[in-house]
């Protein structure tokens, strides 16, 4: 299963703190504005994402058909092909697909309770 980009999607307090934070670290904004109350922050090819009040908890997130770059993969697994995979293997996941193609995304919990984010955007 190709999965795409991953990174870690920290629910933050105060996400102007936590940018300073990450930049001490030697991350960058990558994408996301503190207007919009989240920050993609990147070192190398890590990734982490920074929301303000946008849900409870951390989240493992894959972004299927994307690189660590936000490039177009060639060879990537749709998320519908992934919920379907999913759905056969006895996996419970909250889908939320509207359409045949393009962007969807899906939850789900990996059998310590840590919630993962499967969120295609192309």
């Known amino acids: 299963m190709k999965l795409g980009a991953f990174s870690i999607s920290l629910s933050v307090k105060n996400l102007e703190v936590s ?4 930049e001490t670290l ?3 904004v990558f994408a996301g504005a503190l207007a919009q109350k989240y920050l993609i ?3 190398g090819d890590s990734l982490i994402g ?3 009040a946008m849900f409870e908890g951390n989240l493992l997130t894959f972004n299927p058909g994307w690189d660590q770059n936000a490039q177009a993969l060639k060879d990537w ?3 519908r092909e992934i919920a379907k ?3 056969e293997n006895g996996i419970k996941a909250n889908v939320q697909i509207d359409n045949e193609s393009g962007p969807g995304s ?3 919990q990996d059998p310590d309770g840590n919630m993962i984010l499967i969120d295609q955007h192309r």
């Open 106 to 108: 899906l939850t789900l």
């Open 41 to 43: 922050m990147k070192n």
């Open 77 to 79: 697994n749709d998320v």
């Open 26 to 28: 030697g991350f960058e």
């Open 19 to 22: 940018k300073n934070f990450y």
């Open 85 to 87: 995979h999913l759905e």
């Open 50 to 52: 920074l929301f303000e």
